[in-house]
Nanobody, 115 residues
Framework: QVQLVESGGGLVQAGGSLRLSCAAS????????MGWYRQAPGKERELVAV????????NYADSVKGRFTISRDNAKNTVYLQMNSLKPEDTAVYYCTAIYGTITWGQGTQVTVSS
């Protein structure tokens, strides 16, 4: 099973930027489509962005289109989420996922956007 470790979360003012990273280990990284989910307090977990195994296709939630960019570096076994023009409603725990039949979750990283 693949193991995932997220980093890069923190506190930022509205309009600012953060880049989340997710380092994968344990299995062949290029087998997996990768995704980022988030869960805000009192809300259901939602898919933010996904990228295919070779990085040729991406998909985004409508709420983040044009502001967030998912990318991956298969040589480093790492997937990224660049978040620009952050809004207070982006405040959530962000989870990295590896998708290959089943979904493997990271432990999550907190992103807090102040107004």
């Amino acid at each position: 099973q693949v193991q995932l470790v997220e980093s890069g979360g923190g506190l930022v003012q509205a309009g600012g930027s953060l880049r989340l990273s997710c380092a994968a280990s344990g299995r062949t990284f290029t087998n997996y489509n990768m995704g980022w989910y988030r869960q805000a307090p009192g809300k259901e977990r939602e898919l933010v962005a996904v990228i295919t195994s070779a990085g040729e296709r991406t998909n985004y939630a409508d709420s983040v289109k044009g502001r967030f960019t998912i990318s991956r570096d298969n040589a480093k076994n790492t997937v990224y989420l660049q978040m620009n023009s952050l809004k207070p409603e982006d405040t959530a725990v962000y989870y990295c996922t590896a998708i290959y039949g089943t979904i493997t979750w990271g432990q999550g990283t907190q992103v807090t956007v102040s107004s």
